[in-house]
């Protein structure tokens, strides 16, 4: 049975860091693609940052360019998600999530697994 659990969540201030991990199990992720995607109640989830777990190739959405950096530990079944200089528009809920042979890294469909997310609030 896979599960992917999220870690990491909080409050923070605006300008503050927060780090975000992800524990996959239950299978082999090789060919599989790790995303962070994040929901605000009232809209839809949104895409934030994908990597390959193979290649290690990155994409971000361009909100978060410069600012979050995904990372993965191959021998740990781990994605990190590196937040810095927070904004309030990044609070929500950030899940993440696992797809097999991705070909868009923005597309939810693509994502077959998911976790139940984790809280993150930017405010002062």
């Known amino acids: 049975q896979v599960q992917m659990i999220e870690s990491g969540g909080g409050l923070v201030q605006p300008g503050g860091s927060l780090r975000l991990a992800c524990e996959a199990s239950?299978?082999?992720?090789?060919?599989?693609?790790m995303a962070w995607f994040r929901q605000v109640p009232g809209s839809v989830r949104e895409s934030v940052a994908a990597?390959?777990?193979?290649?290690?190739?990155?994409f971000y959405d361009d909100s978060v360019k410069g600012r979050f950096t995904i990372s993965r530990d191959n021998g740990k079944s781990l994605v990190f998600l590196e937040m810095n200089s927070l904004r309030s528009d990044d609070t929500g809920v950030y899940y993440c999530a696992a797809g097999p042979y991705v070909v868009d890294w923005r597309s939810e469909s693509a994502y077959r697994y998911w976790g139940q997310g984790t809280q993150v609030t930017v405010s002062s």
């Open positions: 990597i390959r777990w193979s290649s290690g190739m990155t």
């Open positions: 239950g299978r082999t992720f090789i060919s599989h693609t």
